[in-house]
C-alpha cells in the first residue's frame, strides 16, 4: 500500500509546476524509506494538459480538471479522490520544499494514531520588498512572525494551510473531503476545523513559497480571499450582510476609516497627524512580531533577508490595502449572489 500521496493542485501555473515536480519527484526517490507517490491535479483543458509532457512524466497520476469556474474545493477534492496514501500531503504548486527533510518532518507526528493533521512553515522565496513585507505581515500561513515564535516546538493549532500541509486521509473522508462549494479559497481553514483529533504546526517542516511582488497582484489575491470568507459565512448559515460584515473587526482599514472621519472634523493638519500616528502604531506592531531570535536556520536567514527597511516600511500600508482589498472581495460577493437570485 502507498504510504503517502504527495498532492500538487494546480491552475494557470505551467512553468512553478513543472519545477515542483522536478523536486518533488527528486525528493522522493531520495527517500527511499517512505513509499510515496506524486499526484498531479491540474485545472486546465484537455488539449492544454498535452503540452504538459514534461511535467506528466514526473507524476505517477496526472489528473486534468476541465470543469467551468472549478473552485478550490472540488480540485483539492479530486486529489484525496485519486490519492492511493494513508496520508496526503499538499504544497502548491509556486512553492518548493526548502530541504529534504520536510517529507519526514511532516510525516514523523503521524506515529500518534490520533494526530490527523500536520502544518509547514511558509518562508517566502526571493523576491521584491513586497514579497519581503508580505512574510514580514504574517502571510502565507503566520509567515515569519509565527516561525519566529513557534522555533522548533511543535505546537496544536487548527491554523494550518494546504500550501503545506499532511492530512490523514481517513480522518479527511470521516468528515466528508473537501467542500466542493468552494471556489475562491478557504476550504483547508473549513476542513481543518472539522477534523477530529490532534492538529500540529511544525515550524520546521518548511517550504518556500512564491510570494506576490505587486500592489496589483496582493489586490486580486485579497479580493479573492474576501470572496471566500463571504462564501464561508454563507455556507455557515450566516445571512448575506452578516456574512459580509463578520470579519471586520479583524481589519485594519474600518479604524483607518474611523480616523478619517474624526481628521475631517480636526481639519487637514490634525487628519494628517492620525494618520500618521496610526501608520507608526501598525508599524510599530508588525516591528514588535519580528524581534525573536529564530533557532531554525532557515528561518534566520529569511528573517536577516526580509527585516529590511524598504519591507518593513511597506508593510503598514500593504496590510490596509490587503484588508480594503478583502472587504472589497466579501461586498462583491454578496452583490453577485443578490444579483444571482
Known amino acids: 500500500m502507498i504510504a503517502v500521496s504527495i498532492a500538487v493542485c494546480s491552475k494557470g501555473r505551467p512553468e512553478e509546476l513543472r519545477a515542483l515536480a522536478k523536486s518533488l519527484r527528486k525528493l522522493i526517490d531520495n527517500n527511499q524509506s517512505v513509499l510515496a507517490e506524486l499526484v498531479i491535479i491540474e485545472d486546465v483543458s484537455e488539449l492544454e494538459s498535452n503540452l504538459r509532457p514534461e511535467t506528466v512524466k ?6 486534468v480538471i476541465d470543469v467551468h469556474e472549478a473552485g ?7 486529489a484525496v479522490d485519486a490519492a492511493n496514501g494513508a496520508i496526503i500531503i499538499f504544497i502548491d504548486d509556486d512553492c518548493l520544499p526548502c530541504n529534504d527533510s520536510w517529507l519526514p518532518d511532516l510525516l514523523q507526528p503521524f506515529s ?9 512553515g511558509i518562508v517566502p522565496q526571493e523576491g521584491n520588498a513586497i514579497t519581503k513585507a508580505i512574510a514580514l505581515i ?11 515564535v ?18 490523514r486521509r481517513s480522518a479527511v473522508l470521516d468528515i466528508g473531503g473537501f467542500d466542493t462549494q468552494h471556489r475562491f479559497g478557504g476550504e483547508d481553514q473549513q476542513l481543518v476545523g472539522k477534523l477530529i483529533g490532534k492538529k500540529l504546526f511544525l515550524a520546521r517542516a518548511l517550504v518556500a513559497h512564491r510570494n506576490r511582488d505587486s500592489f496589483a497582484d496582493v489586490w486580486r489575491w485579497f479580493v479573492r480571499r474576501g470572496q471566500g470568507e463571504y462564501k464561508i459565512n454563507q455556507l ?7 456574512a459580509m460584515i463578520s470579519p471586520v473587526r479583524w ?12 481628521g475631517f472634523f480636526l481639519g487637514f493638519s ?4 492620525l494618520l500618521l500616528l496610526y501608520y507608526l502604531l501598525l508599524l510599530a506592531k508588525i516591528v514588535m512580531e519580528m524581534r525573536g531570535v529564530p533557532k531554525i536556520q532557515a528561518v534566520a536567514e529569511k528573517k536577516e533577508s526580509c527585516f529590511q527597511l524598504p519591507a518593513i516600511l511597506i508593510a503598514p500600508v500593504l496590510r490596509i490595502w490587503m484588508d480594503f482589498a478583502r472587504e472589497w472581495g466579501r461586498l462583491k460577493e454578496c452583490l453577485s449572489n443578490k444579483e444571482s437570485r
Open 72 to 78: 478550490f474545493g472540488l480540485i483539492r477534492q479530486a
Open 251 to 262: 481589519s485594519w482599514s474600518w479604524r483607518l476609516l474611523v480616523l478619517g472621519v474624526i
Open 236 to 242: 455557515s448559515g450566516m445571512g448575506g450582510f452578516l
Open 138 to 148: 504574517g502571510l502565507p500561513a503566520g509567515g515569519l512572525p509565527r516561525l519566529i
Open 112 to 120: 500518534d494514531q490520533d494526530v490527523v493533521a500536520v502544518g509547514g
Open 58 to 63: 514526473e507524476a505517477d497520476q496526472y489528473h
Open 150 to 167: 513557534a522555533n522548533e516546538e511543535d505546537q496544536t493549532s487548527d491554523v494550518l494551510s494546504t500550501g503545506n500541509l499532511a492530512l
Open 270 to 273: 490634525g487628519l494628517g497627524a
